[in-house]
């Protein structure tokens, strides 16, 4: 059974950083590109970041540019996504995604094989 684990969310000010992961099992990461989207309070769920298969392609929404940064570790089968300069309108619940289909068009339009539970993101001003 595959199964996607988010972990690293939490409350933090404005400004601050948080590190998400995402462990992976009963799935090789190594096969699929994998993602992190978010949920924000009566929102729709929308794209964050990007990685390929092997780490050297990423990919981010013009909102994590800059701020955000996707990784992987093959070896742990983890994919993480560094938070910084966090802002309130950061705020959601964070998800990972992994799609075995190695196209980022597919993956940014939320068309993942599957899914992780979230993990809450809060910023407070």
């Known amino acids: 059974q595959v199964q996607l684990v988010e972990s690293g969310g939490g409350l933090v000010q404005a400004g601050g950083s948080l590190r998400l992961s995402c462990a992976a099992s009963g799935l090789t990461v190594t096969n699929c590109y994998m993602g992190w989207f978010r949920r924000a309070p009566g929102m729709e769920r929308e794209f964050v970041a990007a990685i390929g298969s092997r780490g050297v392609n990423t990919n981010y929404a013009d909102s994590a540019k800059g701020r955000f940064t996707i990784s992987r570790d093959n070896a742990k089968n983890t994919v993480y996504l560094q938070m910084n300069s966090l802002k309130p309108e950061d705020t959601a619940v964070y998800y990972c995604?992994?799609?075995?289909?190695?196209?980022?068009?597919?993956?940014?339009?939320?068309?993942?094989?599957?899914w992780g539970q979230g993990t809450q993101v809060t910023v407070s001003s």
């Open positions: 995604a992994a799609n075995r289909q190695q196209l980022f068009s597919v993956l940014k339009a939320g068309r993942a094989d599957y």
